[in-house]
């Protein structure tokens, strides 16, 4: 039997949406949320019927059309129009993941009692959500400020029995779903499109998976590093925690303390070594990899106050018997912090194809490339080739898109936070560290093996004996796009515990 997670005002993080993901736990609203869903939609409606004023999105057109009036009697259409006309969604089909994120951000969003939906829309969504049938939607057509608008129109668009769905890795009609379920399509309500489409779930989601898989990475860098550190011969004297503790940044204290735990009782890190000093990309692993950790660390931050918010508009205060439109669905916050995470990300990419480098240079006793008779072998010359290839692609990633703005909408809408490209962007980001890792693991599993009979730690070599089930060694040249792909595929269903990671 699944579990449920009950949607409430408590609050969500990473640890605990990575739990609803990993067991595929069912959605319900908590009595608390059924509460403020029903509370704020009778409040709109007496609200509407009373006072003929009017109120941006509610009884008005949207964008620059928002002194445009709207008759009582078009409400209902004119939140339908919004939904089919912000639908302009273009690119590459979001991954199936980040759509379950985005629907279970929304739902959450909606559920505080600021938004004005119907209780039979949020539960629509749920129903969704449980059912596995996740809204086509593409990646490109955000400006990030409106809120989500294309994407979450996109997200929306099942709800009236229109657009398409992914209903078992298949491509059907939303009407043929609903059909199925016997589900009428959905009547929206006043302002209930514009709560659907304002808001950064699209951002938010993409961020969230985003940063579920830089810890995983982070914690891989450091192991896989560590790999490195003994296939190298390196000194492991800069780890002490003496060193790091007078420059006592959280990340770098880390990551040392890290590394040696992860080297314990290492024959290698043991022997004398004839070099004083060692690379930077090795001996600065702490200084590098920390300063990854603590950026992690802010956009976590960031994106847990993101997740817990109200991002639609207007907002409705029924203490205060107010709405207000204001600017949350403004994806600034986002954006600055997706930025940085990639740039930080990114790193971790760039020092490992640097340690990938050192390794098939033919030093401190490892044969050129890593292989038996390098020249009739070329070994693991073009995995490095791949690597530096990625890392640069990497750096032109990190150009950072919260710097841009196109104003839209006929100036109303005259900055945008271009979050939704940042979040896109980083996700490109980890996915190209994933394989720069994964090709730093081969080479270093490579290395480790000319300094047998000596032997890594124990955890090092329980590490690489696991790899070496998917990639064996490589005694002379055979075709590595397919050790590559296959190291790939172990970096990605590497487990690590939450309770090591958060």
């Known amino acids: 039997m699944q579990e449920i997670h009950y949607i409430s005002t408590e609050n969500l993080d990473l640890p605990v949406l990575s739990t609803i993901l990993e067991q595929n736990m069912t959605l319900a609203l908590s009595e608390e949320a059924i509460l403020n869903i029903k509370k704020s939609y009778e409040y709109l409606q007496q609200k509407i019927e009373n006072d003929k004023s009017p109120v941006y999105g509610i009884n008005t057109g ?14 209902s259409k004119l939140q339908e129009n919004l939904v089919k006309s912000h639908a302009c969604g273009t690119g ?19 559920s505080y009692g600021y938004s004005g939906v119907q209780l039979e829309t949020v539960e629509r969504l749920i129903a969704f959500y449980n059912n596995n049938i996740l809204p086509v939607i593409y990646n490109q057509g955000s400006l990030g400020a409106s809120g989500d ?6 997200l929306a668009l099942p709800l009236l029995g229109m657009g398409e769905v992914w209903v078992n890795n298949k491509i059907v009609s939303s009407e043929s779903v609903l059909k199925k379920h016997k589900w009428k399509p959905i009547v929206l309500q ?6 659907l489409l304002n808001g950064t779930q699209f951002m938010s989601a993409y961020g969230t998976y985003v940063l579920l898989k830089s810890h995983k990475l982070s914690y891989l860098a450091d192991l896989v590093s560590a790999v490195s550190v003994d296939a190298f011969d390196c000194n492991t004297s800069p780890f002490n925690a003496l060193v790091h503790l007078v420059r006592p940044h959280r ?31 090795f001996r600065c692993i702490p200084q590098v ?16 106050t993101e997740i817990n918010s109200v991002t639609d508009n207007p907002n409705i205060f029924i203490d205060a018997d107010t709405i207000i439109s204001g600017g949350n669905f403004h994806g600034q916050p986002l954006s600055l912090a997706l930025d940085y995470l990639g740039i930080a990300m990114a790193e971790l990419a760039n020092i490992s194809e640097r340690r990938t480098y050192q390794m098939v240079s033919g030093l401190r006793g490892l044969p050129a490339f890593l292989v038996n008779n390098p020249g009739l072998n070329s070994g693991f010359m073009i995995p490095q080739y791949t690597a530096a290839s990625i890392v640069s692609q990497n750096k032109q990633l990190a150009t950072p898109a919260s710097v841009d703005s196109i104003v839209s909408s006929n100036g109303q809408e005259d900055h945008v936070s271009m979050g939704a490209n940042a979040a896109t962007k980083c996700l490109r980001i980890v996915d190209n560290l994933e394989t720069v890792l994964a090709i730093e693991l081969m080479n270093a599993s490579q290395a480790l093996e000319f300094r047998r009979p000596k032997k890594s730690s124990p955890l090092v070599e329980s590490f690489v004996t696991a790899f070496r089930n998917v990639v064996p060694f490589v005694a002379e040249d055979r075709l590595l796009a397919n050790d590559i792909h296959a190291a790939v595929a172990f970096v990605q269903s590497f487990s690590v515990d939450n309770e090591i990671l958060f």
Not at 62 to 75: T, W, Y
Not at 92 to 110: A, N, W, Y
Not at 289 to 304: E, Q, R
């Open 190 to 195: 006043a302002k209930e499109g514009l709560a």
């Open 62 to 75: 949207f964008g620059s059309l928002c002194n445009v009036k709207i008759a009582d009697e078009n409400l």
């Open 92 to 110: 590459e089909f979001v991954p199936k993941p980040i759509i379950k994120l985005m629907l279970l951000l929304k739902i959450q969003s909606l």
């Open 289 to 304: 990899h920390g300063a990854t950790k603590d950026t992690i660390l802010f956009a976590h931050k960031t994106f847990k």
């Open 251 to 281: 990340g770098q204290v880390k990551t040392a303390e890290r590394i040696l735990e992860f080297l314990k009782d290492s024959d290698i890190g043991k022997t004398e070594k004839e070099n004083v000093q060692d690379p930077y990309s």
């Open 149 to 154: 608008l294309a994407p979450l129109a996109h």
